[in-house]
């Protein structure tokens, strides 16, 4: 069974990264480490600092610009060479090596969830692949646990979809998803896919133990969609609508650094919001 990379694994991939980058800008060829998105935009990291217990930085989404037409005479007023755009956003980062989790600022421009995943998944892999070629990347949103409410008090089930990937140990508190946690780790599953969805035209009456089990994992490891029945009207719960938010602001006298170490550090209770509380519990069990 491949070990896991451990907290100077992830702090040599940034090293990496922080490389590639710098190897990139230097050459004007930001594409390099870039990622692109919709309407010619594209997603890229612009700044890494990497220390010892966490790093953090800058992405930048852009827009490429060829060149700049006259409306009215249709003449070329502007012809873009190397790092020409139109437009271009910010968002900070930082990254707890001992949480293995990745907080991003959320504001205007921040794509969407799945393309975020995928841009992400694009940047990062072809670092972690060169560094770490034993070790697959998965790249996941932490599910706020509270939204899951909603699914387990549904009449009826049309469908359930869940996927899971194991890469790093956590604890829960919950006995049976603590036990299946650590069988499928154990045995060394490193993804599971399960779905669930009764004959054409009909429904589910409840989940299954398994999904029940599964849900909660998926928060932390994974995304889900389930399709469901209630009070008469049919809905989709999908996990990526329901991401972990905090709220961290930047005190007045306070540096940059330490504002984005506490960025960094709030990771571990976005984790903790990922874990179900009491009333989930007794759903699981009833």
């Known amino acids: ?39 010619n935009y ?14 953090f930085g800058k992405f930048i989404k852009y827009q490429k610009v060829e060149k700049v037409s006259n409306l009215y005479t249709g003449a070329d007023e502007f012809e873009g060479g190397k790092g020409s755009v139109s437009k271009s956003y910010e968002f900070l980062f930082a990254y707890d090596y001992a949480n293995h989790t990745l907080a991003i600022q959320k504001k205007a421009g921040l794509p969407s969830a ?13 670092v972690c692949d060169k560094l770490f070629p034993e070790h697959t990347l998965k790249i996941k949103e932490l599910t706020s646990a509270e939204s899951l409410e909603r699914v387990y008090e549904a009449d009826n089930y049309k469908k359930v979809e869940i996927d899971l990937t194991f890469s790093n140990s956590a604890d829960y508190e919950d006995e049976i998803i603590a036990d299946l946690e650590k069988d499928l780790k154990g045995n060394n599953v490193h993804t599971l896919s399960h779905t ?17 089990a599964f849900l909660p994992l998926a928060t932390r490891f994974g995304n889900a969609t389930v399709r469901y029945i209630k009070d008469g009207v049919s809905d989709t719960y999908r ?29 571990r209770q976005a984790n903790e919001k990922t874990n179900i509380g009491e009333k989930i519990k007794r759903m699981i069990r009833g």
């Open 196 to 212: 669930e969805k009764p004959e054409k035209g009909s429904y589910m009456t409840g989940l299954t133990k398994i999904s029940k």
């Open 239 to 267: 996990m990526l609508d329901y991401p972990v938010e905090l709220p961290v602001r930047k005190s007045k006298n306070e540096t940059s650094e330490g504002f984005l170490y506490r960025v960094a550090m709030s990771t």
């Open 42 to 55: 594209y997603l890229c990291p612009f700044s890494i600092d990497v220390k010892e217990s966490f790093a």
């Open 1 to 39: 069974m491949t070990t896991e990379i451990g907290e100077n694994g992830y702090k040599k991939f940034f090293e990496g990264l922080k490389e590639k980058l710098s190897h990139a800008k230097s050459k004007k060829e930001i594409e390099l480490v870039s990622s692109a998105l919709a309407n």
């Open 114 to 126: 799945n393309p975020l995943m995928e841009c992400l998944d694009k940047i990062f892999s072809p």
